[in-house]
């Protein structure tokens, strides 16, 4: 059974730096696509950063582009995002997702998601 686990969520100020971890047990993710995902309140959850597994191929939405990036390290089975100069507009709950990568609809899609975490909370001060 996939398990994920988010952390490194916190409080920090605007132009600030944070880097969450998403741990990830119980299947082959070599055969993966990972995703971190963003809920504000009164929002839907939208899509922020994937990266398929086996090539390491990334993708963002425009908004963190330059700010964020999306790694994964394969011996410790972990993908990380880190995010540099935040925004107080980047303040929400942060979750990843995975599922199989060979399916035909993109890693952007939400609804694609097989196996998610509990999320992280992060909040950008003015």
């Known amino acids: 059974q996939v398990q994920l686990v988010e952390s490194g969520g916190g409080l920090v100020q605007a132009g600030g730096s944070l880097r969450l971890s998403c741990a990830a047990s119980?299947?082959?993710?070599?055969?993966?696509?990972m995703g971190w995902f963003r809920q504000a309140p009164g929002k839907e959850r939208e899509f922020v950063a994937a990266i398929r597994w086996s090539d390491g191929i990334t993708y963002y939405v425009d908004s963190v582009k330059g700010r964020f990036t999306i790694s994964r390290d394969n011996a410790k089975n972990t993908v990380y995002l880190q995010m540099n100069v935040l925004k107080p507009e980047d303040t929400a709950v942060y979750y990843c997702a995975a599922r199989p990568s060979g399916r035909p609809t993109t890693l952007r899609n939400v609804n694609s998601y097989d196996y998610w975490g509990q999320g992280t909370q992060v909040t950008v001060s003015s």
């Open positions: 119980g299947g082959t993710f070599s055969t993966y696509g």
